[in-house]
C-alpha cells in the first residue's frame, strides 16, 4: 500500500514536533514543511531532511534571499499532498482552509481553532470513529487532550454524573519571551466556566462538566485539579485499572521523587527523550481520593507534546488509512515509544 503523503503547514512548538513523529510512521512520507520566516528554525528544518516551503511568494523571496533552498510555495506542496497538518498560530488555520478546499487536501487543524473549522474535533482514544473519512478534523488544544484522555476513559467505565475540574495552566512555552505573567496569578478567564469544558463536550457529547482556569508563571506544564462525582460507588483500585488501559495515560508518585511538574519534566530528560516531552498525561497516583460516589485526582499536561499522538492518529482516520482506533493507536504508540 503507498504511504499517506503528508505536509506540514507550521514548524513552531507543535509543528516540529508532529513532523519528526510523522515521519517515523511506517505508513506515512512527508512531503514538505511551510514557514514564513527565514530563521535557524528552517536550517534546522533542511538540516533534518526535509523539503522547505513558503506561506507565500513574500515569504519565498525573503527565504531565498537567506540563501534557503526552498521548494515552493504551499500551494505547490498542496498538490503533492494527501492531507496537510496545519499547526499555524490560532487563527490562521481558519485563513488556510479555503486553500486547502480548492486543492481539495484533507486538513488536520489544531486546538487553537475553533471548533466550527471542522467537521470532527478529536481525540484519539476516545472518539477515532467520528474522524474518519472526514475532509476536515480538530485535534483539540492541550488542556482538553489532557481532561478528555481521562475522564474518556473513567466515562466508559462508570456512569458519571457531574466533573468540576480546575485547570492551572503555565504562562507561556520556553521560548516564549514576550508572554506572561512574571509574578502573578491571573483568573483566565476571570468568568466560571472556562470554555475548556464546552471544549470537552465537543469530543465527549454529552459529559456534565464545569471547568476554571488560572495561569501560573511557569512554562513547563498545566496542573489539572479534578474532581468526578460518579452514578454508583467507585474504588481507587477500580479508578486505577480503568485508568491504566491507556498508554497515554501515565502514572507517577510524589512519593518516588515526583514532587512537582519541574520533576515530570527532569524524568523525561533523563530517560532522553526527545526535547524532554511528556506526550502521556500524568496523573499523581497518590492524589486519587474516592470519598464516597466522589473521586479527586491531579493531573499534569505537557503542552508542548500531548497532542503530538492524536494529530498521528488523526491523518490515519481522515485518510481511512486505518478504521480501528486500537489498531491506529497502538502504531502510533509504539512507534513514539508510549510503551
Ligand atoms: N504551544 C502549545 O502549548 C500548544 C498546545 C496545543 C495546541 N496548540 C495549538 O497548536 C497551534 C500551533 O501553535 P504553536 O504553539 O505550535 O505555534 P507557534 O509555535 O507560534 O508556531 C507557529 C508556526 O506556524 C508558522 N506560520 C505562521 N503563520 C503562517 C502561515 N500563514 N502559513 C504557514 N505557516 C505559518 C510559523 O512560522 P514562522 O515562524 O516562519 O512564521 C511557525 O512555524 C495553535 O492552534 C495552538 O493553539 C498549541
Redesign the pocket.
Do not use: H, M, W
Given at each position: 500500500m503507498p504511504k499517506v503523503r503528508v505536509g506540514l503547514?507550521?514548524?513552531?512548538?507543535?509543528?516540529?514536533r508532529v513532523v519528526e513523529a510523522v515521519n517515523k510512521q511506517p505508513d506515512m512520507q512527508v512531503v514538505g514543511v511551510?514557514?514564513?520566516?527565514p530563521?535557524f528554525?528552517?536550517q534546522i528544518l533542511l538540516s533534518k531532511g526535509f523539503e522547505l516551503y513558503a506561506?507565500?511568494r513574500e515569504?519565498f523571496e525573503s527565504m531565498s534571499k537567506a540563501g534557503l533552498e526552498v521548494k515552493g510555495v504551499?500551494e505547490e506542496l498542496l498538490t503533492k499532498c494527501d492531507v496537510v497538518v496545519d499547526?499555524?498560530?490560532?487563527g490562521?488555520?481558519a485563513?488556510?482552509k479555503p486553500l486547502y478546499e480548492r486543492a481539495r487536501v484533507k486538513a488536520i487543524?489544531?486546538?487553537?481553532?475553533k471548533r466550527d473549522v471542522a467537521e470532527a474535533s478529536f481525540v484519539a482514544e476516545v472518539n477515532y470513529q467520528e474522524a474518519l473519512d472526514k475532509t476536515f478534523v480538530r485535534?483539540v488544544?492541550?488542556n482538553t487532550?489532557g481532561l478528555s484522555r481521562t475522564l474518556g476513559r473513567l466515562n466508559a467505565e462508570f456512569e458519571i454524573k457531574k466533573v468540576r475540574a480546575t485547570i492551572i495552566r503555565?504562562g507561556a512555552?520556553p521560548?516564549e519571551t514576550k508572554r506572561g505573567p512574571i509574578n502573578a496569578l491571573i483568573p483566565n478567564p476571570p468568568h466560571i466556566p472556562s470554555h475548556h469544558g464546552p471544549d470537552v463536550q465537543t469530543v465527549i457529547h454529552d459529559l456534565p462538566i464545569v471547568t476554571s482556569a488560572v495561569i501560573a508563571p511557569t512554562t513547563l506544564m498545566h496542573l489539572h485539579v479534578v474532581n468526578v462525582e460518579f452514578a454508583q460507588k467507585v474504588t481507587k483500585d477500580g479508578v486505577i485499572d480503568a485508568l491504566s488501559r491507556s498508554k497515554r495515560i501515565r502514572f507517577v508518585d510524589s512519593s518516588n521523587g515526583f514532587d512537582s511538574t519541574a520533576s515530570i519534566i527532569e524524568f523525561a530528560r533523563d530517560l532522553g527523550r526527545a526535547r524532554g516531552d511528556v506526550p502521556e498525561v500524568v496523573v499523581w497516583r497518590d492524589s486519587l481520593t474516592v470519598m464516597d460516589n466522589e473521586l479527586y485526582y491531579m493531573q499534569a499536561v505537557h503542552?508542548?507534546s500531548?497532542?503530538v499522538p492524536e494529530n498521528v492518529d488523526a491523518i490515519r482516520a481522515v485518510t481511512g488509512l486505518e478504521r480501528e482506533a486500537a489498531r491506529s493507536i497502538s502504531l502510533t504508540n509504539k512507534t513514539l515509544g508510549l510503551e
Open positions: 503547514v507550521g514548524y513552531g512548538t507543535i509543528g516540529k511551510v514557514k514564513t520566516k530563521d528554525f528552517a506561506a507565500s515569504s504551499l499547526c499555524t498560530p490560532e490562521t488555520g485563513k488556510n487543524f489544531q486546538g487553537g481553532e485535534v488544544s492541550c487532550t503555565r512555552d521560548v503542552q508542548e500531548i497532542v
